[in-house]
């Protein structure tokens, strides 16, 4: 077996690595523009909270004398910023402050703007246009040589109107808001509609001239869980996620090993989700998204030193896995489980998001699946892959930790 040299000191032979340490000293003195490009892949996808599902609270409230209001949480930079609630990072918040300075009046207008363009109450299916407001935003409160303040967190807007004439039922859609967390009521009824309404789609329409009782069967109940946990995965809010799955896949050029790893996988993050969502387990979320990310950096690294599937790997697996669940649990009870439907959000939820895992392995296979046979498909593909992975989830684990110290 030939051997390659990587500088004066760092030994790889060919076709695996020798060991991590070679392999991540190779990157650092070798391919340092390589390392450069995960920083700023990881800086890009907002690392520090990857893996929280952060929803949208929409609170939408009807009078008996005909008007509603709708009060609406949400990150207004994020959306002006085009990415994912939760998500806005550092060069998020230096491009929004390097734009032409504005007035609180211009400001507003753009904002204002922004919200008529992606909310979307409807009567009827047709769209209503609101009167919007913004709380503790007074015009002119800033000068034009002011720069812009950031809230990097939940804004709060309000919108109002009336209900049209014999309109029979409400329904909300929002885009460049990320998922929703829909909570619908009416003056002189105790009950509360709560859904999650995936980001695009529309929520299910809200009667207004019966009884609010039940207006969504269990069947919609679960549609609703199983497509908000599906699309947070595929929609890649779930990144870490994805990258641990995938680090599973490479390992493993048979269907078998890696059916074990993705059941171990999937029991321990239904169990954990579960003993989270019942309050029986809490961790705060800090530690959870850092263990996380140490565990995507485990099983990349893995990846790296070994070429066979080791016995402990599945336990290991079953671990992390529970500390994936505790990942999730915040998010889910954010979404507005509906009265006496916890079972069912649940379950419906947890299957959603193991299908995406499966979707994710599927297009894995179609991608690079036909190649794993070859004999250079561990050192075309696994390596360079697992190599991402790692220093893309230490990064995370770095920032995450920083993060927790400093925000905590």
Wanted: charged share 20%; net charge neutral; glycine share 8%.
């Amino acid at each position: 077996m030939k051997s390659r040299y990587y500088g004066a000191k760092y030994r790889i032979v060919s076709p695996h690595f020798r060991s991590a340490k070679g392999l991540l000293m190779a990157l650092l003195f070798r391919w340092p523009a390589f390392f450069l490009a995960i920083i700023a892949a990881g800086l890009m996808t907002g690392g520090a909270s990857a893996h929280t599902l952060t929803l949208t609270e929409v609170d939408v409230r009807f009078a008996k004398d005909g008007s509603y209001e709708i009060t609406v949480r949400c990150d207004l930079e994020a959306a002006e910023a085009g990415v994912k609630p939760g998500h806005l990072s550092a060069e998020d918040k230096a491009r929004l402050l390097a734009r032409p300075l504005k007035t609180a009046d211009e400001k507003l207008l753009e904002e204002r703007l922004l919200i008529e363009g992606n909310m979307h109450p409807a009567f009827d299916g047709t769209p209503d246009k609101p009167s919007i407001e913004f709380p503790n935003a007074e015009p002119g409160m800033l000068k034009a040589d002011d720069k812009i303040s950031l809230n990097d967190g939940s804004r709060t807007v309000i919108l109002k109107g009336t209900v049209p004439a014999d309109a029979k039922a409400f329904t909300w859609k929002s885009t460049k808001f990320g998922d929703v967390s829909l909570a619908v009521s009416r003056e002189g009824k105790e009950e509360v509609f709560r859904e999650p309404v995936v980001e695009g789609e529309t929520s299910t329409p809200y009667p207004l001239q019966e009884a609010v009782e039940a207006p969504a069967s269990s069947m919609h109940t679960a549609g609703k869980f199983f497509s908000l946990g599906y699309h947070h995965i595929v929609a890649l809010d779930g990144l870490d996620h994805i990258l641990f799955v995938v680090g599973l896949f490479l390992l493993s050029t048979h269907l078998k090993p890696l059916f074990w790893q993705v059941t171990a996988f999937t029991i321990a993050h239904s169990v954990t989700l579960c003993l989270s969502v019942f309050h029986i387990i809490k961790l705060p979320s800090g530690i959870v998204e850092s263990l996380i990310a140490l565990s995507i950096a485990y099983v990349a690294i893995e990846n790296l030193v070994t070429q066979k599937l080791n016995w402990w790997r599945p336990l290991i697996v079953f671990c992390f896995g529970l500390m994936h669940g505790l990942g999730f649990a915040a998010g889910l009870e954010e979404a507005g489980i509906p009265k006496g439907a916890l079972i069912n959000a649940l379950v419906s939820f947890n299957v959603g998001v193991e299908i995406g895992h499966l979707t994710i392995v599927a297009v894995a296979f179609l991608l690079v699946g036909w190649f794993r046979e070859k004999p250079w498909y561990r050192k075309a593909i696994v390596i360079p892959g697992s190599s991402i992975i790692a220093l893309m989830a230490l990064f995370w684990f770095v920032q995450r930790t920083i993060s927790m110290f400093t925000e905590g």
